[in-house]
Every structure is written in structure tokens, then in C-alpha cells.
DNA sequence: CATGAATGAGTGTTCATTCAT
DNA sequence: TATGAATGAACACTCATTCAT
């Protein structure tokens, strides 16, 4: 909530730099705002994961976990500002469909990046997917969340990859 | 939020089978309410965390990161019902303090329990410890937030422990 | 709206004596409020129309004009304040059944009233007894709406009888 | 309400085919336009009576209340459908006035053609207007706002003369 | 001490009115 | 002159908090 005080209409209309009449001319009502912040939030972070991805495809698993987690962080950070509040607001909101969708999509990208590994085969390539994903995104949120101060962001920048490679690794044959 | 309907200061008050009144005989203000819920709630888990750090000291890596991740995970499940709606509440507590503190019991017992490996030696043992704790925390949150269901948690269960090894076992020189 | 000014929650509230907040204790929401005042209205002068109408029963044409015209306009006058609102209002509620249910009533009542007049036979009692009922309620009101002064009463106390009896013995048999 | 809905401004341009801001080079606030629709509905009816009125000069009072009651009611059966709503809406204008000067024209043209009665000769031909006058308009009105069934309309039509008459009879010298 | 009715500030939402185009 | 997006005051309703019993 920091920087943005309670969430009343007024106030985000005004910060938005209009009037709450204004305001719902565009949304039927408060819930149909934020799920649209939500959403645009949420679409930027997975182009950014979709297009490290396909980016990323093909190289060896160094490089594939480095990319994607460093390309996840920066979208994360893009969006700072309103990434935390959104969590906290996400839950008042019917949001399981819009949370599917865009974890689907992201599992659908991963998915296809750990299949062109050309240094590591997965048995069960759809349990490998779940895991990195919740890995990737529930650390960077744990980490972030309390406190976004350079050290910590140092420390994610420098362990998640490993962490995602080390697990990879691990639950690769051969 | 769903089963738990509005979380107003009267229903929570019923819920806990006193009178609006009373509950305000014990809590200065609703915040101080949700504050001591979360507090109490965060305490089951970090002490199963402190015990379970205590109990595995001394063995290897595996059977450490296998037995953390369970206490963990059975710490959570048994206050899921909460635990969740916490969340969610949490963000407009001022809990910064509070977050701060388990969050250094939990490190302190974690630190303890790595530098006790025998199979392991950590050379930037804050660094591993604040990854390993992040891991653990984000990881179970992310994977069981929008889906608490016993496939999910399977997964959990297999994944995760396989993650903090596989992790440790990669800082861990030689 | 004379001396009432906006009918807003609030104001109501105030001027029976309460907070918005009370109000909203034994209201579900303004409809209910306006619906229950009305009702309440509308059931004062329904009984007293039903007891003039018992009470009359069995007397001649003249009497009972007389006496039912005398009682209705009591019953309307003894609540003007608000009567004169609650006709505005009624028509934002769904106020159908509620309209149906009175005017079933005292047709009821005049119904009966009519049957039992020693001097005069109907012959299409369902007709007459709507159409003096229409005669009756309609007048009233439009004596009343603009201009509810001694005159206009003094008019309606003389003419009105006048024309009931005049319409009952000119649709009366023999 | 139910077939206009609300009566917001914007609405009520849409209906007219011109946009909020053409209403409102024309009228210079709501008021004024709902006034000025009210206006012009009241002169239809008025109109019609003093032309019945006029018309009817002279004819016996069978004929006379036949033809008032006849033209009053196709006067507003013309403008139901706003016709019920205006009466909603009259009570937040400031129509005082407007309704005193409709009052006084039907009067004036009503007292005429009593006066041309060849079958009757009134005492108190203020009184008598008045009380005919408040005998139509409100009969008709509570007739017809609740239900302007077939049904109801022919129970009008056919006993409002007859009321009408029989009064008229009543109060008539010799 | 416990109660829960009363309070009223605060929130989401509407709609008459204005004014830049 | 016509438009309709923008405005914000005003309203219905909620809920944390108090206090008489």
C-alpha cells in the first residue's frame, strides 16, 4: 500500500490524472480498473518472459536459466511501482481465470525453452515446468516484496540462476 | 477471502464467539486484532522451522533439505485455512517489524542448521542462507496459492527439496 | 418535498431522531424505509376505512356517503405531513402488490358497505363498488395535492358525499 | 418508470436526437426542460376541454358530461405514455404556478358551459366547478395509474358521465 | 466485565452541468 | 452551432469504534 495510500477511486482517478466522473466513462466499476491494471501489468511480464524465451532457446542451460531470470527480474522491476500493491489487490478480485491464463502462457514458454535444452533431457517435462515457474516467481516475489533494496536484488540476481540451474540439473537424465 | 466473507471486525468477533465489545477489551483496534493473528500464526510456523533446524543439525544435506521442506510445508497446511486470508490482510498492516523479526529467528535457525552440514561447507553463509530461506518461503507460497490441491502439493513435496539440495549442493564448496 | 427538502438517506435519518447508520440497522436499504413508511400509512387509513364501513353498514344511502367520505378524509388529513411525499415516492418503488393488496381491501369493505344499504340494490356491485372507490380516492387527492386549505376542505367535506350518493342512487335499481 | 428509465439528462437528449449539449443551449437546466414538457402536455389537455367545452355550450347535461368526460380522457390517453411519469416528476418542479394557470383556464371554460346549461341552474357555480373539475381529473388519474387496463378504461368511460351527471343533477336548482 | 445498538466518517458510484473542439 | 468527454458535488451504503446498560 505505501505509495499509494488506500485505493479509493478518487485518489487513483487523481493520480491517473482524472476526475472519478472520468474515470468511469472508461470502467464500470473499481474492480473492472484494477483488473485492467492487472492485466496490462501481467501482459507485460509475460511478453518480456515469452520473448526470453524464444530468445533463449537452443543455448545451454547457463545461459537459458542466466536469460530468463534476468529478463524476468528487469520486467518485474519495470513495474515496481504497482507490482506489490497489485498482489495485495489481486486477491479482492475475481482474478483465478486471469491467473490461469497467464500462468498457462508462461508454463507454455518455459515448457518449449527447457525442451530445446541441448544440454539436459527432462522425464517429466510438465512437473520440471510447474516447479521452475513456482521457483521463479514465488522467489522473486518472497524476495522482493519486504524490501527491494540493491543488496537484495544483487543477492536474486546472483542465486536464482543457480538455483534454477542447479535444480534443472538435478532433475535432468544424464 | 472467499470463505471467510468480509473480514469485519463484528463477524471476526463472532467467529471467535465474543461481542464486538469484548474484542475490543483485548485489541485496541482492529489492526492490533489482525496483527496478534498473524503474529500467532507466524509463530507455529517459525518454531516448527526452529525445531525442525534443531532436530536435523548434524545431517546431510538431503535428508536436511528433505526434512525442512516437510516441516515447512506441514506447518503451513495446518493453518492453511488462515493463512492465505493473512496474506492478503498483512499488506495493510504495518507489519514491516514483525516480518523483520521472524525473519531473523528463521535465518538464525536455518544458518545453524547449515553450518552444521557435514557434507557441506558454505563460504557466503548469510547469502545461502537469505536464498535458501526465500526459496522455501516464495516457492511454497507461489505454489499453493491459487491452487492448494493435492496434486500441487505432490509436486511441492518432490520438487522442492530436490530445489534447496540441489542449490546448497552447488554453493557448497567443494 | 415541500418541507422535507431531498428525501436522502441521511436526512431521513435525521429527522426521525437517528444516524444513517441506525437507520440502516432495521432497513436494508431506503427502498425498504420508503416501502415500510408507506405501508404503514396506507394500513391507518385502511382501517379506518374498514371500520366506517362496518360501522355504516345497514344504514341509508345518505348516512353512509356521508360517513364514509367524513372518515377517509380524517384518516388522510390526521397524516398529511408526510401523505402528500409518500404519493411522490411511491412511484420510484415497487410499490404494485403493496397497492393492490390496500385497494383490495377497502374494496372489500365498500363492497359490503354497498350490499348492506337498505335503500338501494346494485346491479353490477363489482362496478360500482371500483368506481366509488376511484371517485372517492381519486378526489380526495386531487382536492388536496395543491392546496390542502380550510376551503378546499370545507368544498370537499360538503361535495364529496354530494357526489357519492348522487352516483350510488343513480346506479342504484329502483 | 419502468419503460423510461431513469430520467437522466443524457437520456433524455439520446431520446430527442440531439446530444447533452444542444439540451442544454435550449434549456438551462433540467428543470426547466421538464417544465417546459409538462407545459406542453398540460396545454394538450387544456385544450382539448375548453374546445369540448365549447363545443358542448348549450346541450343538455346528459351530453355535456358525456362529451367533458369523453374528450378529457382521449386527451390523455393521446400522452399516456409520458403522461404518468410527468406526474412523478411535477412534484420536484416548481409547478405551483403553471398548475394554477391550467386550473384557472379549465375552470373558467368548465364554469362556462355549466352556465350554458339549458337543463340546470347552479347556486354556487364556483363551488360546483371546482368540485367538477376535481371530480374528473382526479378520478381519472386513480383510475388510471395503477392499471389503464381495457377494462379499467371502459369502467371510466362508461361511469364517470354518470357520476359526473348525478352530481351535477344533485346540486342543480329545480 | 460483556454486550450490541448507535454513530458518522469514508467509500463507490451517479448524473447534472460545462466547455474545448 | 452541435457535440460529448470531463468534472465533482451529492448520494446510498458500510463498518470500525464507542458507550450506556
Redesign the pocket.
Known amino acids: 500500500m505505501e505509495g499509494i495510500g ?8 487523481e493520480r491517473a ?17 484494477l483488473y485492467a491494471v492487472l492485466e496490462q501489468y501481467l501482459e507485460h511480464v509475460v511478453i518480456a518472459v515469452e520473448q526470453a524465451c524464444e530468445r533463449l532457446a537452443g543455448t545451454p542451460l547457463a545461459e537459458m536459466t542466466e536469460g530468463l531470470v534476468h529478463s524476468y527480474l528487469e520486467a518485474k522491476l519495470r513495474h515496481m511501482p504497482g507490482s506489490l500493491a497489485l498482489y495485495a489487490i489481486a486477491a479482492d478480485l475475481d482474478t483465478a481465470m486471469l491467473i490461469a491464463d497467464v500462468t498457462a502462457r508462461v508454463d507454455r514458454a518455459v515448457r518449449r525453452l527447457l525442451l530445446s535444452a541441448p544440454d539436459a533431457v527432462f522425464d517429466d517435462i510438465d512437473k520440471v515446468t510447474f516447479a521452475l515457474r513456482t521457483l521463479l516467481v514465488g522467489t522473486v516475489r518472497a524476495g522482493l516484496e519486504h524490501d527491494a533494496s540493491p543488496t537484495t536484488l544483487a543477492m536474486l540476481r546472483s542465486q536464482l540462476p543457480l538455483m534454477c540451474r542447479a535444480y534443472l540439473v538435478a532433475v535432468s537424465r544424464d
Not at 488506500?6 to 482517478?13: D, I
Not at 474515470?23 to 464500470?28: D, G, N, T
Open positions: 488506500k485505493l479509493t477511486t478518487t485518489r487513483v482517478a490524472g482524472v476526475s472519478v466522473g472520468t474515470m468511469y466513462q472508461y470502467f464500470p466499476h473499481k474492480q473492472a480498473l
